[in-house]
């Protein structure tokens, strides 16, 4: 059932100290956002929102366009919605040139010739019906906003009554406007009484489909299930842990700029060549020609969050004589601005000046309720400033790390204007999964940035970055606040001369899916669910493969057939009660593969998995004629429960395994 959440406290008088600009963007109420939106909820910012939302999803949920079409009778009122979609985010629909047609055809000449659609203040209710009729005929016209402002031409009732008809025939695409109060009134209870949701202005009911959209985005983002290795390369994590040891080590929390970029560089992010060295100008200046001019100096110390703030940062240096003069200059200037400040060196990097470059930040963070977050925005120096900035919970894939772009102002730059062509949108996905990884990878990372990461069309690349880690840091994977899929829990058996893949099932399992439950004999259903069915319900399928790994498990066995195709063999699915203690379990095989050992490989699996997850009981329920059910259970070493005596009169038997 659908989940709307209205919460207040969106505004924070005071937020708290934070070292990193990602602890200072992602607030809270930032966080509890994207949990919400990942969790496929709806968070709406009113009570008159919530009841709206409430009216909308109980009427209109089954509705899946993502354009909305207004038809109206009222020039006026189609403006004031057609601002209202700007506003929200709604798209219009685009009419076909058939539906263009046959409305030129059958409408005065004076139509507003587009969408929204004004049948002009005179329509009778036959212009409604052969206008709605149009539009029935066109999928292109998505939803329908059906919209009359009152005259004393025809009455509101007969328009009603004479469109009902074709309103039921296209059921949950026509959401109702009636403009008034007395006079719309019977109207309004003819379409309620259909169960066509109805609202009181334009921009309500542009409101409510706005919030319908967004919670079907939220939902579909709830399907999403990514394993925490989405990168194409493989990261070097031994690198990268070395780094982070050897900090903790020498017992601190901040890394170097240089070893920030090192750990980024073994997660494949492309990083700016950085030198860090010491206070003396002659290594600075070693350095510089090392590297080559131009290059950019930055001040070392790890009491000094943001160097620029301190004027720690010079940029274009072209010359080793620039070079040192600047770093005379900055440490006259950061010993003045930050005298407590302990300074261990200077870093010397190459400048990387793109064309078309665009500044942008990654980070990630620890929140104290949902665990690691993740950050993307507009960056530079006035990251604060602009606020320009998303938040997701990982683990991303690159659907959801895209949409996380999405999301922010600095999208619509990435993507190209005037005579600047379009960023590596490409690069800076990558980027995110990369740190999305990292957070699974490395738990003692509680704060991270990138900023600037810069990117341009040809790639992405992290000028400055900054880590901290602590011994005691609540992340990884397991602190997830989004159960990723668990790609540890797959193996391969041999079985019968084939190899065999053991795996969790996955939302994209679902064709594959369904032509495993095709070859089931109405049989072999029977005793699995106790009965028979030929068919089964597209949300059905959506509960079998989209589970939460939290509570239940479902492995399948796959291989590849002939064709070089994935198929499923058979699957084993156990739901754990809430304290953990007790899990029932069930097995399917295909039809045809009966009494071939299969099953024995999937028991296996499966009572591993319930040992390794600590619970202390498996059960199933099975019919007492299943008799291949209840030797393979006896033969693992189950034991019919008390409660299910041979004496008894029901059908069926509990099983019970002791782990």
């Given amino acids: 059932k659908p989940v709307i959440i209205v919460k207040a406290g969106r505004s924070v008088s005071g937020m708290r100290a934070a070292q990193s600009h990602t602890g200072a963007l992602a607030g809270s109420d930032l966080v509890f956002d994207a949990a919400i939106r990942r969790a496929g909820m709806l968070r709406v910012d009113t009570l008159q929102d919530l009841l709206l939302a409430a009216e909308t999803l109980a009427r209109f949920a089954g509705n899946r366009d993502k354009s909305l079409t207004i038809l109206t009778n009222g020039g006026g009122a189609g403006v004031l919605a057609a601002d209202a979609a700007a506003v929200a985010g709604v798209r219009l629909a685009e009419l076909g040139e058939a539906t263009r047609a046959r409305l030129d055809a059958e409408l005065p000449v004076n139509w507003s010739q587009g969408n929204p659609i004004d049948i002009i203040g005179d329509a009778p209710a036959a ?39 074709l309103i039921r025939a296209m059921p949950q695409r026509v959401l109702g406007c009636w403009l008034g109060d007395a006079a719309v009134a019977e109207a309004r209870a003819e379409f309620n009484a259909t169960g066509v949701p109805c609202y009181d202005t334009p921009e309500e009911a542009v409101r409510a489909f706005a919030l319908l959209t967004t919670y079907r985005a939220n939902q579909a983002a709830l399907l999403e299930a990514p394993d925490t290795r989405q990168a194409e390369r493989v990261p070097d994590v031994h690198r990268a842990r070395s780094v982070i040891a050897a900090t903790m080590a020498e017992g601190r929390e901040m890394l170097s700029e240089a070893e920030a970029k090192t750990v980024l560089d073994a997660y494949n992010v492309r990083v700016v060549r950085t030198l860090a060295v010491g206070l003396e100008p002659a290594l600075v200046v070693g350095a510089g020609d090392a590297i080559g001019y131009p290059v950019a100096l930055k001040i070392i110390s790890k009491d000094i969050s943001h160097k620029s703030d301190v004027g720690g940062v010079t940029l274009d240096l072209s010359n080793a004589d620039s070079l040192r003069t600047a770093a005379q200059a900055m440490l006259v200037r950061v010993r003045e601005r930050c005298p ?84 590596d949108i490409g690069a800076v996905v990558t980027v995110l999964l990369a740190v999305s990884q990292m957070l699974a ?16 069309p040809a790639g992405a690349i992290a000028l400055d970055a900054r880590i901290r880690v602590s011994a005691h840091a609540p992340g990884g994977a397991q602190h997830f606040a989004i159960r990723p899929y668990p790609s540890e829990l797959i193996e391969t058996v041999e079985w019968r001369g084939r190899r065999l893949t053991l795996r969790p099932i996955r939302p994209e399992d679902e064709a594959q899916h369904l032509a495993f439950l095709e070859r089931l004999d109405p049989q072999d259903i029977r005793m699995r669910i106790f009965y028979s069915r030929r068919s089964i319900e597209r949300s059905e399928l959506a509960r079998l493969t989209q589970i939460d790994y939290a509570r239940e498990m479902a492995f399948i066995a796959e291989a590849v057939n002939a064709e070089g195709q994935a198929e499923t063999l058979g699957t084993v699915r156990l739901v754990a009660n809430a304290d953990n203690v007790e899990a ?63 004496a008894s009169d029901d059908d069926t038997l509990k099983l019970r395994l002791a782990l």
């Fill in 340 to 423: 407590e400040a302990e300074l261990q060196g200077f870093a010397v990097q190459a400048m990387a000046c793109p064309a078309h470059a665009r500044e942008l930040i990654v980070g990630a963070s620890v929140d104290s309720v949902f665990g690691p977050v993740l950050l993307f925005g507009a960056g530079g120096t006035a990251v604060e400033v602009t606020a320009d900035r998303a938040i997701a919970l990982p683990p991303l894939n690159s659907l959801l790390a895209r949409d996380l772009i999405g999301r922010t102002r600095v999208a619509r730059l990435l993507a190209g204007y005037r005579e600047s062509p379009a960023a």
């Fill in 127 to 165: 212009r409604y019906v052969s206008t709605l009729d149009a539009l029935k005929e066109d999928a292109s016209a998505g939803a329908i906003l059906f919209m009359h402002a009152p005259t004393a031409i025809v009455p509101s009732a007969e328009i009603a009554r004479a469109c009902l008809p």
């Fill in 584 to 646: 029932e379990f069930g097995i399917i095989l295909r039809s045809d593969l009966k009494g071939m050992g299969l099953g024995t490989v999937l028991m296996e699996r499966i009572v591993r998995y319930a040992r390794g997850r600590g619970m202390r009981y498996l059960v199933a329920t099975v019919l007492r004629e299943n008799a291949r059910m209840i030797a393979l259970a006896k033969a693992s070493g189950f034991e019919i429960a008390p409660e299910a005596a041979p």
């Fill in 441 to 456: 990878d490395l738990p003692e990372i509680v704060e991270l940035d990138i900023n600037p990461l810069v990117a341009h």
